[in-house]
RNA sequence: CCAGAGUAUUGGCUAAUCGCGUGCAUUUCGGUGUACGAGGAAAGUCCGGGCAGCAAAGGGAAAUGGCAGUCGCUAACGGCGACCGGGGGCGACCCUAGGGAAAGUGCCACAGAAACGAAACUACCGCUUCGGCGGCAAAGGUGAAACGAGCGCCCCGGCUUGCCGGGGUUGGGAGUUCGGCGCGAAGGCGCCAACUUCCAAAGGUAAGAGCUCGCAACGUCGCGCGGUGACGCGCGAAGUAGGUAAACCCUGCCUGCUGCAAGGAGAUGGAUUCUUCGGCCCUAAAGGCUAAAGCAUCCCGCUGAGAAUUCAUCACAAAAACCGCUCGAGCCUGUCGGCAACGGCAGGCCUAGAUAGAUGAUUAGCUUCAACAGAACCCGGCUUACAGAUACUCUGGCACU
RNA sequence: UGGGGAUUCGCCAAGUGGUAAGGCACUGGUUUCUGGUACCAGCAUUCGGGGGUUCGAAUCCCUCAUCCCCAG
């Protein structure tokens, strides 16, 4: 989990994003990318939907290491809001390697750079 | 050892690093330290409560919905325990929506003569004007069901050889009797029983056997004994017969509606008034005991805390933030009572409380790479899902001693 | 979080205790030189799964699964 600064709270800053964002679509999660105005703290959000499968287990686990992932390899030079949405339930058993390369990929697709 | 029955427990662990939520402490307001951080089902939302709001003076009735052996447990329940009745299993044990069908109504297709209130298709016996009429109700046939059931006995079939399955043990006519009972004055007549014989019928390849015994069951009424009771055991009287209430219904008991997204509350600071608050005994008050938020020997008083009223500043937007929100019919250990469910007492413990929603990642080790699965106001149950591991008790069989 | 509804042949569906109607589609046949049309015939092993009540269950009861809708 990633610290509450860069979380989003309430219910319209996240419909705003989805308003005026731009997206990047990678194999089995896509990212929605939105500027915010200078001085505010980057924001990111991970969405797992029901139709992704059934098991709150299973969403949960695809959710924490989705942020796990970003937590790690994010360094947020700009603000910005992240939307990840997650689409293929094979995300939960996938290595841990395979899941930190794709989210590498679609933050570099968003113009962000990672840590390493 | 094999095959089973029941109950209970467990549901990955250890170390290190990075990261998240909440409480507390500290702070130079950036943070830092420390403690704790999903389940037995957190699930389905099927029942019962707490709590909250609305309604209702209070009480009662009806409707609606639900429940249904008895006694208990529980805050309550449709839950649980024990027992009773019924069914299954060689057994340990398991299953059981288990009130009423002799209150009423409905339904019981097809088949069948007939489906519940009496009747008679075939057959049998008698009579006949040969059209039929009368008697009998064993048997055949139809069907899920058409007057049953139990013990004994007989026959057939099967095998694991003493068990299982199927069927029978009957009806009618005539005759006989130092036989019994009733009617009649009597000759005699009627009924019953036994025997002989004829007809019919079941069963079986065929033959043989084809008989004997006691009555039981059920509801009603009246009793005796045992049990808190359901009920069990036994006796007597006069009698009786289909099923279905998870069909309507009748009887007894319970039942207002909505649900934490309920609902509450602007925040901070000041002023005025009132209260001085704990625990135990007690229905409550009074009173008593322990003893007392701080200062003060005591009173007055001051401060603190709580409630109400009021003033000022800020805010007036939102699915934001706050309260409700986790100490509770709580958990653990011991002990006592009880067959048990459960209850009493003593000691100890504090164990998620988020609000886009906290448990993840990496490394190393553990012979085994670990099932079902994620709290959202809280409890008691039920139901459903669940890899594997462990403990205890018991049953049947085999072998050995 | 709370509430409501549905599930019958490949598709649309009737049936509410007594042999699972019907239409489309499909298969075979007849008619035609061929196709269509028309006509005839066929097509439900288990009525979403499991259990119960009943002589008998798609229908009644319990339970599970899947799908859809509504409130805030």
Not at 19 to 31: T, Y
Not at 77 to 88: G, H, R
Request: positive net charge; aromatic residues 6%; glycine residues 8%.
């Amino acid at each position: 989990m990633i610290n509450r600064v860069h979380r989003f709270h309430g219910y319209g800053s996240l419909a705003r994003v989805y308003r005026r964002s731009s997206a990047a679509r990678g194999s089995g999660v896509s990212v929605r990318f939105a500027a915010r105005s200078a001085g505010q703290p980057a924001r990111a959000a991970v969405v797992v939907s029901k139709k992704v499968s059934k098991s709150a287990v299973t969403r949960n686990r695809i959710r924490r290491r989705i942020y796990e992932a970003v937590r790690v390899q994010w360094q947020p030079a700009a603000p910005v809001d992240l939307i990840f949405t997650v689409f293929d339930g094979q995300l939960a058993e996938l290595p841990t390697g395979q899941l930190h390369q794709e989210v590498a990929n679609l933050l570099q697709k968003a113009g962000q750079t990672g840590i390493e």
